[in-house]
Nanobody
């Protein structure tokens, strides 16, 4: 089983990034995919979730309106586009397979598989 987030980097405040999550070794289409982040000294928190087949999405308040989550099941890949980035968005971002088809109970304690993270730094 492998999940790998990529696409992080240094971006200026107000800028945009698109993170990718690629997977192998499990039945991708059976799992909702969640995006999480962990800033230095803080607990890991959810950012967004997308259900497995219908692609229904959920966003945390801080991400609503400036983030878009998507997935291409044929490519076993999910994406998180983030706009208007702020210094508070600086964190390691992770993707994860949720223990469900949908996002009804998504969270860091309901994970089948965690991916390797990618660092996003928002700074001028």
């Amino acid at each position: 089983v492998q999940l790998q987030a990529s696409g992080g980097g240094l971006v200026q405040p107000g800028g945009s990034l698109t993170l990718s999550c690629t997977a192998s070794g499990f039945s991708w289409e059976n799992y909702a995919i969640g995006w999480f982040r962990q800033a230095p000294g803080k607990e890991r928190e959810g950012v967004s979730c997308i259900s497995s087949i219908l692609g229904r999405t959920v966003y945390k308040d801080f991400a609503e309106g400036r983030s878009t989550v998507s997935r291409v099941n044929a490519n076993r890949t999910a994406y998180l586009q983030m706009n208007n980035l702020k210094p508070d968005d600086t964190a390691v971002y992770y993707c994860a397979a949720i223990l469900s088809f949908d996002c009804a109970a998504w969270g860091p304690n309901n994970i089948a598989y965690w991916g390797q993270g990618t660092l996003v730094t928002v700074s001028s």
